[in-house]
């Protein structure tokens, strides 16, 4: 149980007091009245004595009266509880308003339980610190003080069993409320006041004796008179007082009379002086009660403040579920007649919305009782002297007229039962005997019979034991008490007398308890079986309920909270719901005192206490007690009883007019993950709708916060700028960005990449420092740091994610955003800029209260969504939109929408006229109600500091506050006869088309692209007339610009050579002039796009067209394009602005194209090729294979035009022309071709024109594509990246090893070897293969083009068109120490190999008659040629013989005649030939092909010569002329 003020002695002691009555006379009342007040009233505050008594027990021991206490009461005739046991009307009301009145204190000190893992507040400021949406209630909690007992205290139950005790009916098997004494009261005025005596005399004798009055009751029939004179100091003769006071000592003897005199002063003179009030405190209990008395039982209803009126919804005082019935018309047990922890549907049961709008009716406060004047004083005409004056009269009284009459009746009882029983002289010697051997058992309560209708007369002897028991008791004499008691329990028991027995247990178990040093222990079995003898057997629930009080407080005491609490709830039944609620919070409170708190027992019995009190009309108490329990319930996942709780918490708070509370709890009940089902959770949002409008109707200030639907504010997404235009026709917009894209964080990096590459290339290389990428769509994973920027007159669409948690649809309606602006000026002068943090902010949250008023439109237009439907938990995106007409600074502060549900069939909804009207989902049916709910969204988390990192901090989120600039271009591009399907290396033309849709001009457009080979807008220094310039002259026309093939040439035979520069086609290393420049690493190269003026105008677009070449590799690929412009008007805030495209291009194989390039190995004659032949020349084998599957449609490729692009070589012809003009190639098929190639001309590499390319195109058609002009040489330069930066890997590939070779030095050594070697095999030539594809597409035949490049670097070494699969990298240990630089490598034997160059000129065959001349000789010239370009040392060996048998098998031996070893120099490129001779002895086929060849640099003394590669087989045929 809660902790009680008075400890559990001192509240038994003042449960049985000795009741005195009082008889006044009219004029004594008179006296009295002057104070407001009567005489019992007058007496009450003073009827405690501060000092103590004596008196002597019928052994003559000396019993001390400690703290004593009397009760003074008028003389009422009127019984005020009936016979049966059970509570009257009057008295069930009197209890109410009690516990009513009696609420917890506002701004209390708190007090905490720690119990296991709650900290359960149990205070005053519980109903504050428990409610669902006080947040912070943890931290209203304050450590519980070091005590052994909890302070948790419930004034409202002391004061409930103060007066339900004060109010028990005089019984007739007790006699503890019988009055024992009489005072007879008449005031001094009286002219004969003896006589006075005498008749309030003779009325008491009539009262008691008659027979006429069953009430009140007396103790014993010779009732202690005592007179006591009233004199009024103010107005009669003291004198005269004194004398009748002596003549009344004589009559009735000093002991039996007393003078009191009061009213010193005069009640004027008592209002300038303030006196001490003690009266306030007991007038209140007894005004109740006398009404209660003296009214009729159904009046109208007494109040006694405006607290009845808030706890008792109809106005009338509610009492009990028990009289519930009595009162039509009266919302008594309307809200809660269910079980507390059941969830009806609220439309199915009594307590509906409809219970809930009566209580919405303002009811009038009932009139004050006249009885009571409120406002008046008492004691007005009293002094501190007067106090003293009646304190000291108690005294007297008590001490000298009742002590004494009890210490008399005591003994003359104590007498009449020794003489009548036989017994020895006193009841103390015989305790022994009673107790010594022979106990009754005591029979249960089954086994005996139903005989609570037994009677004893009055003189019986058993209720002489029983009457002296209870006047020890009253005066505290316990041991004697209780030994009296347990013998009249015997008695009783033995004539089955259950009622007396049930009251001789009762206090014969609290007399044990009271005995001073315990010497027995508390007999709690024998409280039990009263408990059960009242309420079973006579069926009076009044005493019963008074045992259970008794026996629960001396549990407690003994800290026997689980029998104590036990108890209680035995109590708790249907007859009385108050008593019930009291009980069980009592016990709840018993669960919560224990030494191991059952802290859930505690909430669960909080709650069944709430449901009882919701019944009995105490709404407050309710309220307290689930505001209690759900500290225990809150956060511990047991949903369905949280929602129980704040769904009662709401209505109690919506009853006691305290709707705010109200919504907050409901607004829990929605915005939880609730289990209820769909009709549940449909009818708590009807009743939260309902309240919500009930609150908001009162005052529309402005727009409170709505739970649903929830809304995830780190998803909200903002755009800022146009949504993208759909396809017009043929044309295809681009894709830029869109709310429908998702972000990927890899992609937006790509972007940012290209975009700091424009920027970069627009800035002539330099990134500026204040360049920050442009983010269109901004979102949680986006970078939100700093202020965005928005465009005046281009609108901002804000994407918000809704989330329906409940089962039930929702309407939300006139949905639109909430937003505040702040005017700024941007073409003001800066230091202006400083003082517009003054300027006054607009909003729309005025206008945003009512919807459909005319909103700020000429600042920031805001769209309204009229209606947003969400299906039951249904998660789903609006897009709202605002369009700023001003610049300035805007934040967008959240969402503002009508709120509304749609109501199943069957459902009885707030408003039923509405619901019956309502058709289909609208957010007309049902209530709707405005509200708004605001988008805050957390930065991201601080971690950069090491505060940062030890505390948890936020940055901004500056996606909501964007800032409105002046206006800028507008660009929109769109794309025509852009195509899906490609082939590898296919060249298509389409064509792009430049729109600016806004108002101010567009300069500086600039494009960027993942793909840079991909696409070309042509060269801007070359023209390309020949080609079609717009779409609609180009069907089949070809996308290379040709040239007929003069009638009678050879397919082949010579090629066409033109010279080129790079930077022709921007493909040099500087990023100044016009396409592409190569800004940065990795690939992505930056081209200006040529328009007419370098502008584009308000409203203009132009055309340009666009060639395309497919990527080498099959498959789906993603190619990227970044368009980049800027406003003619320089100095805004938005220094450019980009447009993003994305295409996706399914590719298909083509051809498949591998090249060789070897040297020839034959040296021309210098009549037949010139200057050229001493240059040099090689042989190219280029291999062509349709790898195109059947699926693309392809039936053939014809091998159009072969070329060739270099700086060193070209093309010369082609050694081996097809007899047909064109190379046709059906699926599968592979074709051969060889060409011979020479170096360019010296005059052509000279130091102005380095940086020339030479092309060679050899047609093998009847037409010759000229691939120095756009888009052949464009994709070209756009596929080779400089040779400088190729030859890097290109060294690495093939040494073979990790050489880092610079090119030759000065200084000679290993680089200059590896340099002059490293030359001395490249070829740097780049074939161009041009084909053409025949399709069928609807029938139709359709010619594709392509070209596909394979770039040749170092003879003998194949490459491919395709680039081949790396293989994966072999995962590299991690090496903690510095790696040596790597030695220097010197170049390989195979490199060193191809120094020189070997040749033998011969006859084929050669006759010779070896009859005549048995040797045959035969001149034979060995031609050298130096590769290089640095002196080689060379040595001829011709000792070498073929020793295999297989070679002497098919070839013959033979021998060299002369010199057999030769030492020469040959310079740089140069061609030496040395002539030597061969000897044959027999005819035959002989290879020549034996002389070794030795070389080395000649400037390198420690290297050895390397033996270098010979050509191959040399046969000579030798053939007898005889």
């Keep these: 149980m809660a902790q009680c003020v008075q400890s559990v002695q001192e509240f038994i002691q003042d449960s049985f007091v000795p009741m005195v009555a009082v008889l006044c006379s009219e004029d004594a009342e008179k006296v009295t009245r002057k104070n407001n007040l009567n005489f019992s009233e007058l007496l009450r505050p003073f009827c405690r004595l501060t000092s103590e008594g004596h008196m002597r027990d019928p052994n003559n021991q000396v019993q001390v009266v400690k703290n004593l206490r009397i009760s003074v009461n008028n003389v009422v005739t009127r019984p005020s509880v009936p016979a049966s046991g059970i509570p009257g009307h009057a008295q069930r009301r009197l209890l109410s308003e009690v516990v009513s009145t009696c609420q917890p204190a506002e701004g209390g000190v708190s007090n905490v339980i720690t119990a296991g893992d709650y900290d359960l507040n149990i205070s005053d400021r519980s109903l504050k610190a428990s409610v669902p949406w006080y947040s912070d209630w943890r931290d209203t909690l304050t450590e519980l003080s070091t005590s052994k007992h909890y302070t948790a205290t419930t004034p409202w139950f002391e004061a409930y069993r103060e ?57 014993i029939p010779n009732t202690l008179k005592y007179y006591v004179l009233l004199h009024d100091m ?30 010193s002063r005069t009640a004027a003179a008592g209002a300038d002086e303030q006196i001490p009030d003690p009266w306030s405190q007991y007038l209140h209990k007894s005004s109740l009660q006398s009404q209660d008395q003296y009214e009729d039982p159904a009046p109208a209803p007494v109040v006694v403040n405006n607290t009845a009126v808030e706890n008792n919804v109809g106005g009338t005082s509610e009492v009990d579920g028990h009289d519930s019935e009595e009162k039509d018309g009266v919302l008594v047990n309307s809200l809660d007649n269910t079980h507390p922890l059941q969830l009806d549907t609220p439309s199915d049961t009594p307590g509906s919305l409809d219970a809930l709008r009566a209580v919405a009716v303002e009811t009038k406060p009932p009139p004050i009782a006249t009885g009571m004047a409120a406002a008046a004083s008492h004691g007005a005409c009293l002094t501190l002297n007067d106090h003293d004056r009646i304190r000291l009269f108690i005294q007297e009284f008590t001490f000298r007229g009742l002590l004494p009459h009890i210490e008399k009746n005591i003994r003359q009882l104590n007498d009449q039962l020794v003489s009548r029983k036989g017994l020895s002289r006193s009841l103390f010697s015989a ?34 034991i029983r009457k002296m028991a209870d006047l020890c008791f009253l005066v505290q004499h316990y041991e004697l008490a209780y030994s009296c008691y347990h013998t009249a329990k015997k008695d009783f028991l033995s004539d089955q007398a259950m009622l007396y027995a049930a009251g001789a247990l009762e206090m014969a178990a609290v007399s044990a308890f009271l005995q001073v040093g315990a010497p027995r222990p508390y007999p709690a079995h024998y409280m039990d079986t009263a408990i059960q003898t009242y309420r079973d057997v006579s069926k009076n629930m009044v005493l019963a309920e008074r045992c259970a009080l008794l026996s629960a407080e001396v549990l407690k005491s003994q800290a026997k909270y689980s029998d104590a609490a036990t108890l209680l709830i035995k109590m708790t039944s249907e007859d009385s719901d108050l008593r019930s609620a009291l009980l069980l919070e009592q016990a709840a409170h018993c669960f919560i005192n224990m030494r191991n708190p059952m802290v859930r027992k505690f ?56 709707p705010e509370n109200a919504v907050s709890a409901f607004r829990h009940i929605l915005t939880n993950d609730s289990q209820q089902t769909s009709t549940q959770q449909g009818a708590f949002l009807r009743e939260y709708l309902y309240v919500y409008k009930n609150v908001t109707g009162v005052c529309e200030v402005a727009l409170p916060q709505l739970p649903l639907p929830c809304i995830n504010s780190s998803a909200t997404r903002v755009y800022f700028g146009h949504e993208r235009r759909l396809a017009e026709g043929e044309k295809q917009a681009a894709t830029h960005v869109s709310l429908d894209q998702e972000f990927d964080r890899d992609l ?37 740091l700093r202020i965005p920027l928005a465009v005046v007159e281009e609108p901002i669409i804000v994407e918000v994610v809704f989330r329906n948690p409940l089962k039930v649809p929702l309407v939300l309606s006139d949905l639109s955003l909430l937003w505040k602006f702040t005017l700024k000026d941007f073409n003001r002068p800066q230091p202006q800029e400083d003082s517009v943090g003054d300027a006054v902010a607009i909003s729309n949250e005025k206008e945003a209260i009512t919807p459909r008023t005319p909103q700020k439109d000429d600042v920031i237009a805001t769209e309204v969504i009229p209606e947003f439907y969400l299906s039951p938990e249904e998660t789903r995106l609006a897009r709202l939109k605002l369009l700023p007409h001003q610049t300035g600074q805007l934040n967008i502060l959240g969402l503002v929408y009508n709120l509304a549900s749609t109501p199943s069939t069957g459902d009885t909804t707030i408003n039923s006229t509405a619901a019956s009207q309502s058709e289909g989902p609208s957010a007309a049916e049902g209530t709707s109600v405005r509200g708004r709910q605001d988008l805050e969204i957390q930065g991201p988390r601080l971690n950069q500091t090491k505060e940062e990192k030890t505390s948890v901090s936020h940055g901004p989120d500056r996606r909501l506050d964007p800032t409105i600039t002046p206006p800028m271009p507008l660009l929109e591009v769109f794309f025509l006869q852009f195509p899906t399907a490609l082939l590898c290396g296919e060249i298509r033309k389409a064509y792009v088309e430049f729109c600016n849709v806004s108002r101010v001009t567009l300069c500086g457009l600039r494009v960027a692209s993942t793909h840079p080979d991909f696409f070309t807008f042509g060269s801007t220094s070359l023209a390309t007339p020949l080609t079609p310039l717009s779409p609609t002259s180009f069907e089949n026309c070809s996308a290379y610009k040709t040239l007929a093939t003069p009638p009678g040439a050879t397919p082949g035979s010579v090629a066409a050579v033109t010279l080129v520069s790079a930077g022709d086609f921007g493909s040099g290393t500087g990023l100044g002039g016009g396409g592409v420049s190569g800004a940065g690493t990795g690939g992505k190269w930056v081209a200006e796009i040529p328009l ?35 406003s003619a008007e320089k100095g805004g805030k938005i220094s450019h602005r980009v447009l993003r495209h994305t295409v996706f291009i399914c590719v298909s194989r083509s051809l498949s194209v591998r090249a060789t390039a070897c040297r020839s190995n034959t040296l021309p004659e210098e009549e037949e090729e010139g200057e050229e032949g001493r240059n040099g020349s090689m042989l190219v084998f280029v291999d062509v294979e349709n790898i195109n599957s059947s699926e693309a449609g392809v039936r053939e490729f014809h091998i159009a035009q072969v070329s060739s692009s270099s700086k060193q070589w070209r093309l010369h012809k082609c050694i081996n022309p097809a007899e047909d003009k064109d190379c046709k190639l059906t699926s599968r098929e592979r074709g051969k071709l060889c060409f011979r190639a020479t170096r360019c001309k010296p005059l052509q590499v000279t130091s102005k024109a380095v940086e020339k390319y030479t092309f060679a195109d050899l047609s093998l058609g009847n037409e010759q594509i000229i691939t120095s002009t756009t888009p052949c040489a464009d994709f070209f330069f756009r596929r080779c990246q400089p040779l400088e930066s190729l030859r890097l890997p290109v060294a690495i590939e093939t040494q073979g090893r990790h050489s880092r070779s610079q090119g030759a030095g000065h200084g000679g050594g290993a680089k200059d070897i590896t340099g002059v070697v490293r030359k001395c095999n490249e070829v740097d030539l780049d074939i161009i293969i041009l084909w053409k594809a025949f399709v069928v597409e609807d029938n139709k035949q359709v010619i594709l083009e392509g070209q596909l490049h394979v770039a040749l670097q170092t003879i003998d070494k194949e490459a491919c068109s395709l680039t081949q699969k790396e293989e994966a990298q072999e995962m590299v240990l991690l090496k903690f120490k510095p790696e040596l630089p790597p030695p220097m490598t010197r170049p390989s034997m195979e490199q060193l190999s191809h120094l020189i160059k070997t040749n033998l000129h011969y006859p084929e065959s050669y006759s010779h008659p070896f009859i005549q001349k048995s040797l045959c000789m035969v001149p034979v010239t060995l031609t050298l040629s130096n590769c290089s370009l640095a002196k080689v040392d060379v040595i001829i060996d011709l000792r070498h013989k073929t020793t295999s048998p297989e070679s002497l098998e098919v070839h013959g031996s033979f021998t060299w005649l002369g010199q057999t070893q030769y030492k020469l120099q040959l310079r740089a490129q140069e061609v030496m030939r040395v002539p030597l001779r061969a000897c044959f002895l027999h005819a035959g086929v002989y290879n020549l092909g034996t002389p070794r060849v030795f070389a080395k640099l000649a400037d390198q003394g420690a290297m050895c010569e390397t033996s270098q590669q010979t050509a191959t087989p040399a046969l000579i045929i030798i053939i007898n002329s005889t």
């Design 163 to 219: 007066s339900f005790l004060q109010s028990m009916p005089a019984s007739d098997h007790e006699f503890l409320n019988h009055y024992l004494a009489c005072l007879l009261v008449v005031s001094s005025s009286e002219a004969v006041p003896v006589e006075k005596f005498l008749k309030l005399s003779q009325e008491q004798h009539r009262i008691q004796h008659s027979g006429e009055y069953t009430n009140p009751k007396w103790f």
């Design 234 to 263: 103010s107005q009669g003769n003291e004198q005269r007082a004194d004398s009748v006071y002596e003549d009344m000592k004589q009559r009735y003897g000093a002991q039996g009379c007393y003078l009191l005199k009061v009213n």
């Design 431 to 464: 305790t022994k005997k009673w107790f010594g051997g022979g106990k009754v058992p005591e029979k249960s309560i089954a086994e005996l019979k139903n005989t609570s209708g037994l009677l004893y007369p009055p003189e019986a002897p058993e209720l002489q």
């Design 603 to 658: 909430a669960f019995h909080m709650i069944l206490a709430g449901h009882r009190f919701s019944k009995a009309g105490q709404k407050r108490h309710a309220l307290r007690c689930y505001c209690q329990a759900m500290q225990v319930y809150k956060g511990k996942g047991w949903s369905l009883a949280e929602d129980h709780i704040n769904f009662t918490i709401g209505r109690q708070s919506f009853t006691l007019r305290q």
């Design 748 to 784: 937006a990096a790509m972007w940012q990449d290209l975009e700091e590459q424009v920027v970069a290339a627009a800035n002539r290389g330099v990134v500026p420092a204040t360049f920050q990428p442009t983010q269109c769509c901004l979102n949680s994973q986006t970078d939100n």
């Design 1092 to 1126: 007419g003026e370098g502008t584009l105008k308000p409203g203009e677009s132009t055309q340009l067209p666009l060639w395309l070449r497919g990527p080498d590799q099959e498959g789906v690929h993603e190619i990227n394009f970044l368009f980049y412009y800027e």
